[in-house]
């Protein structure tokens, strides 16, 4: 399987994000995995529309756009205009599951569902057939720097049956390290995000790592 990595922008060191982010291009990384919180969904605040615009202009790799807010559906034409290319959304967030992808799809853009720890994952299968993703929480969402729950094992492979022969990419987010990898990858998942194991020293180096345990 074709396993793609997201390195999360949230461990940046945002006074020099430009250089971190052109690190994050020359790591030969797959997609930039964009966390924007509202400090209500989550008990923390990231970043709006008007910065992930900003930034988009010095990167080119794919922009993966995690949104952890409240009410997504307000706020998804204006991530898609800053240059998302994949948006999900959580299935615990208020304003319709329907809705958001009907939004998403309808900008062009590939939607995805996210589950937090505590959501059951067959929340997401009425949705299977029109969505390009399925993002599973590893940690209570909000910060990154967090230990991996390892009752997320059992819920990727699930997951990863549920999806079946169709198209989906199954994501993981949230304590991927150097010693967590290997067994979110051989549950099923094709698509790490990776903030603080990836941007703690050199990123190409650990990149590298990260492609050497995923071969086995
Ligand atoms: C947490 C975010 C993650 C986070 C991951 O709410 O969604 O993307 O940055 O960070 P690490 O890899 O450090 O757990
Ligand atoms: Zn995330």
Wanted: glycine share 8%; net charge negative.
């Amino acid at each position: 399987m074709n396993i793609k990595i997201a390195p999360s922008m949230l461990s940046a060191d945002f006074a020099n994000l430009e250089r971190d982010l052109k690190e994050v291009e020359k790591s030969g990384a797959d997609y930039l995995h964009v966390d924007i919180m509202d400090g209500h969904f989550v008990p923390n605040i990231t970043m709006g529309p008007d910065q992930v615009a900003q930034i988009r202009k010095t990167v080119s790799i794919p922009f993966d756009v995690h949104l952890m807010i409240t009410e997504p559906l307000k706020y998804i034409d204006q991530f898609a205009d800053a240059g998302a290319d994949i948006i999900t959304v959580h299935v615990e967030s208020e304003g319709g599951i329907q809705a958001c992808i009907d939004a998403i799809v309808k900008k062009g853009v590939k939607p995805g569902l996210v589950v937090s720890p505590d959501t059951e994952i067959s929340v997401i299968e009425p949705y299977l057939d029109q969505i390009s993703m399925v993002l599973i929480m590893c940690v209570y969402p909000g910060f990154g720097g967090q230990s991996y729950i390892p009752a997320s094992t059992e819920k990727i492979k699930v997951c990863r049956e549920m999806i079946g022969k169709r198209d989906i990419d199954l994501q993981v987010d949230g304590g991927i390290n150097f010693k967590t990898l290997k067994e979110v990858v051989d549950a099923g998942a094709n698509v790490i995000v990776s903030g603080s194991c990836l941007f703690k020293g050199d990123m190409k180096e650990n990149m590298g790592q990260f492609r050497k345990i995923i071969q086995g």
